[in-house]
């Protein structure tokens, strides 16, 4: 069966690779130079590295049983990770239950309050009554304002920039029920993963597997329009050079382009009544001769910083993997429609900058090798007040023709661990539409 594929951020090229070895032969259409979207990389030239911070949480059971599938059970590496704050200008680590304990800004009182918090919102199954509620109302009612001030608004500012005020509780639901699984049982420690080589290593490998199966990815094709066939079975996908005859078409892209390129009578999507609003992101990879912090993350209760948390990733990367240098991240997550998302570079740079100096005072100019800001503007829809019923849910009305975003999550943060589960979810619901062809091994594949 000849399959296309629009979008290749891990979703597309998932579904390439998973099809692929069913024995399909897959196009995947991105509109990029380069593959990878969210999860793309960066070339810095002595090395390369994700465009934005990636990490894997022990839990992450079905991207970690990918990353196997596909080879790469050999490149992923586990490191124990500190968590931090920074309050009243001074650094906290909160890594383990000691330091928890002796966290200066809490009393006694308001850590037995944040643990209680914790413990309650991981044992809720409900998670739809939690959308009736701010994440704010919700933490104040359980944390006590101390707590919620010196702990969960900074986290809150960390992830959602300002926007937190108008999100529901069922954000901080998911988020202690991911971030939590992160630590060791036993000795109560954060481990995070990664894959040897980033992301990079990952598009790679899909990208061979895809190409040995006689799959093809055309980079900087923009699909315009994906039309039902004329006069017969299948889907047709038009991109500004020329128009494709497909069996069958999966379209992995945001909602609002599906609107625009998909013929109406492919698929409907619903009208809520109510836009959905998207977080962006701006993002400073820096890359320093000295180690900026022994933090994997830093989050800021201080309003003079300009960002909303500290990234250590050298903390997690093994040291070739950044030539002998240090990576990170300043993160600073916006509303898509903010006009801080399209100010220019150097303003943003010199703003970043000043604050680091604020919170890093011995950093010099010396030993900044580079500074970037990278900029995403759909990073995921804000989860507002009773979300699960704002977002327009696409229904396809063509045999041929099938969606599959991660707009369609509702109780649960974007990761990759969600993109690899809703993948498999969408293969076992669609399963019988794609009969299979000659089945191959990846091993075959690569070979
Ligand atoms: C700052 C940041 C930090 C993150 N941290 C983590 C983390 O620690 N752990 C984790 O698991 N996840 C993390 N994520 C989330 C992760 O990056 C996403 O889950 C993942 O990349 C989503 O993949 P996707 O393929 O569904 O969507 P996307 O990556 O958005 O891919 C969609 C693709 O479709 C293409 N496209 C759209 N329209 C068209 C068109 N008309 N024609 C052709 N191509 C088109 C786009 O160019 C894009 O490449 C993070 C994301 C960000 C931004």
């Not at 050999?74 to 928890?100: A, I, Q």
């Not at 759909?378 to 979300?387: A, D, E, G, I, S």
């Not at 000659?438 to 594949?445: H, Q, V």
Request: hydrophobic residues 40%; neutral net charge.
């Amino acid at each position: 069966m000849k399959i296309g594929i629009i979008g290749a951020g891990l979703s597309g090229l998932a579904l390439a690779q998973k099809l692929s070895k069913q024995g399909h032969t897959v196009t995947v259409f991105e509109r990029d130079t380069q593959v990878g979207g969210l999860a793309t990389y960066e070339d810095h030239g002595p090395f390369v590295f994700d465009r934005y911070y990636h990490v894997i949480l022990p839990s992450d059971r079905y991207l970690l049983s990918f990353i196997r599938e596909i080879g790469l059970a050999d490149k992923l590496r586990w490191e124990t990770t500190l968590t931090g704050f920074f309050v009243e200008e001074k650094m906290h680590s909160m890594s383990s239950t000691l330091e928890f304990l002796k966290f200066p800004p809490l009393s006694l009182w308001s850590k037995f309050r944040l643990a209680t918090t914790i413990l309650y919102c991981s044992r809720i199954n409900d998670w739809k009554r939690l959308e009736k509620i701010t994440v704010e109302d919700f933490l104040l009612r359980h944390s006590g304002r101390t707590t919620y001030e010196k702990m969960w608004k900074p986290l809150l500012l960390a992830k959602l920039g300002e926007n937190y005020r108008r999100v529901s509780a069922v954000f901080i639901w998911t988020y202690i029920k991911r971030m939590f699984s992160a630590r060791d049982s036993s000795a109560s420690k954060e481990q995070m993963g990664h894959v040897h080589g980033g992301y990079k290593t990952v598009f790679d490998r899909l990208e061979q597997t895809i190409a040995a199966a006689g799959g093809r990815i055309a980079l900087n094709t923009s699909v315009q329009r994906i039309a039902p066939a004329k006069g017969g079975s299948g889907v047709d996908i038009v991109t500004e050079n020329r128009s494709e005859h497909f069996d069958k078409v999966i379209f992995t892209g945001p909602v609002n382009i599906l609107q625009k390129v998909a013929d109406d009578s492919l698929v409907a999507v619903e009208d809520s009544g109510h836009e959905v609003e998207y977080l962006g992101v701006l993002c400073m990879a820096l890359v320093t001769r000295k180690p900026l912090t022994d933090f994997y993350i830093l989050n800021i209760a201080d309003r003079r910083i300009p960002f909303t948390g500290v990234v250590g990733m050298s903390n997690i990367l093994d040291s070739d993997e950044t030539a002998g240098t240090h990576l990170t991240y300043l993160p600073k997550y916006v509303l898509s429609t903010d006009a801080e998302l399209r100010r220019p570079e150097d303003e943003l740079q010199r703003e970043f900058l000043d604050g680091l100096r604020l919170m890093f005072p011995d950093l010099k100019d010396e030993d900044i090798v580079s500074s970037r800001i990278h900029r995403a503007f759909k990073v995921q829809p804000l989860q507002v007040l009773n979300f699960s019923e704002r977002i327009p849910k696409s229904a396809t009305r063509h045999p041929d023709f099938f969606v599959h975003n991660t707009a369609q999550f509702v109780n649960n943060t974007l990761n990759n661990n969600e993109v690899i589960r809703a993948v498999e979810a969408f293969l076992e619901k669609h399963g019988d539409c794609f009969e299979p062809g000659d089945e191959r091994s990846d091993d075959a594949l690569v070979a």
